[in-house]
């Protein structure tokens, strides 16, 4: 198994395998078919309210995971996190975000989770 984090906007690579978009909201100015996702499970992103306070500043990157985690435990989230997990054991997958920085996004939060 193996769990790598992209940005959308980065051309598909022949090594992504599937390709699991993981942002709640389409990316601005990406045709669905450059973006060649295979999934799309919105329930799995963070809350609105967690999102907003992460992008204040108000909180750390380790309070901001910590909170995400904390989320990712409610039923939907943990059945949506089930799936992605048995994708993951099939092969590559890869987690596309339209973050800037996605070594401090939810994406890489996410990438942790899958690769226990």
Known sequence: ???????????????????????RLWPRGLKKEA?????WPK?????TEL?????????SYEEFASRYEAELTAPEAAELLDRVRELASRGTITLLTAS???DESHATVLARLLRV
Do not use: C, I, Q
């Not at 973006?35 to 999934?39: G, M």
């Not at 329930?43 to 809350?47: A, E, F, R, V």
């Not at 999102?51 to 909180?59: F, I, P, S």
């Open 100 to 102: 800037k920085t996605p």
């Open 1 to 23: 198994m193996s769990v790598r984090v992209r940005r959308v906007y980065d051309p598909p690579d022949p090594d992504d395998g599937v390709r699991v978009l993981v942002d």
């Open 43 to 47: 329930g799995l992103t963070p809350s």
């Open 35 to 39: 973006a060649r996702v295979d999934e």
């Open 51 to 59: 999102r907003r306070w992460y992008h204040t500043g108000e909180g």
